[in-house]
């Protein structure tokens, strides 16, 4: 039995796939989002090191809680870095019945080579993913994260193909994501889809300041505002996450 890189772990999550879901924070990323408001999980080797089982019976141990929507969430730091662990883990999960939900970045995805087929598997037991689109430009993508996006929209595609139910996550953020012709072209990529169940706004915001300021790291971001009520309102008019699911049942 392997162990994995654990940032953290949150017992009651509602804000991360459906009903109330045990959320486990792997540690490892190889973006360096502006925003990013957890650069404590960058570094793999940070993490504390647990199995597969201890974290499901934790888990286990709150799924009266879980309701029938209920389950486990995979978030980070990005997930996929520990692609092998997250399927051990996945797999004790399905033995169990549980709900398997990650919420990814899709940074590290790629056809090439061996990983994709073990993506496959890790597939064949996840039942919702949470992707977010940092931003559609690979241009921007790069300035914003570090990385372009490249590899990313090929994710989202590949998903689409086998049929993956994925909920979209888009950060808005002023001057840098928050620009109408960016949100009309994001739109139309998500208008190309035909996996998507939601689509949701994440308005910026700078409660990671602390955490930088504590590690000695400079916020990038430390003079940007988060976006008003109207932008973030326009931005979702622009996505189609203001009446997503009549807006997807007219475009698909």
Known sequence: MSQGYIHSVESFGAVDGPGVRFIIFLAGCPLRCKFCHNPDTWDIKKGTLQSAEELISSALSCRSYWGAEGGITVSGGEPLVQIDFLIELFELAKKHGVNTCIDTAGA?????????????RLMELTDLLLMDIKHINNEEHVSLTGKGNGNIIEMFRYLDEINKPIWIRHVLVPGISDNDAYLKQTGEFIKTLHNVQRVEILPYHTLGVAKYQSMGLDYPLKDVQSPTAERIENARKLLGCADYEGWKKAVL
């Open 108 to 120: 590290p995805f790629t056809k090439e080579g061996p990983w994709l087929e073990k993506f496959k």
